[in-house]
Nanobody, 119 residues
Framework: QMELVESGGGLVPAGGSLRLSCRPS???????????LGWYRQAPGNQRDLVAG???????SYADSVKGRFTISKDNSKKTLYLHMNILKPEDTAVYYC??????????WGRGTQVTVSS
């Protein structure tokens, strides 16, 4: 069973920045390059939505609400996925989850990291 270890959440004032990290345990570099990776978030009472994602082919997508403020990146050598969040808004407050999806459909989720933006 793969474990996704997330870190970097916290409390930040509006306009501030945070960087989230996610590292799948036990994954070799070639596999890390070949999976879809993504960050999702879920606020209380809401569904879990995609924030930003990488496909294994290298395509990147962002939710409209974060375009221009958030940047997804990855370091294949460290097998780590990042989400750089700038100009944070109170509406960005949510639990952020890391996701890994294999070509055969298997999908794994992290436990989530809380991001709280104060107004």
């Amino acid at each position: 069973q793969m474990e996704l270890v997330e870190s970097g959440g916290g409390l930040v004032p509006a306009g501030g920045s945070l960087r989230l990290s996610c590292r799948p345990s036990g994954m070799i570099t070639s596999t890390f390059r070949a999976v879809d990776l993504g960050w999702y978030r879920q606020a209380p009472g809401n569904q879990r939505d995609l924030v930003a994602g990488f496909t294994s082919g290298g395509a990147i997508s962002y939710a409209d609400s974060v375009k221009g403020r958030f940047t997804i990146s990855k370091d294949n050598s460290k097998k780590t996925l990042y989400l750089h969040m700038n100009i944070l808004k109170p509406e960005d407050t949510a639990v952020y989850y890391c996701s890994v999806r294999f070509r055969d459909g298997r999908e794994y989720w992290g436990r989530g990291t809380q991001v709280t933006v104060s107004s």
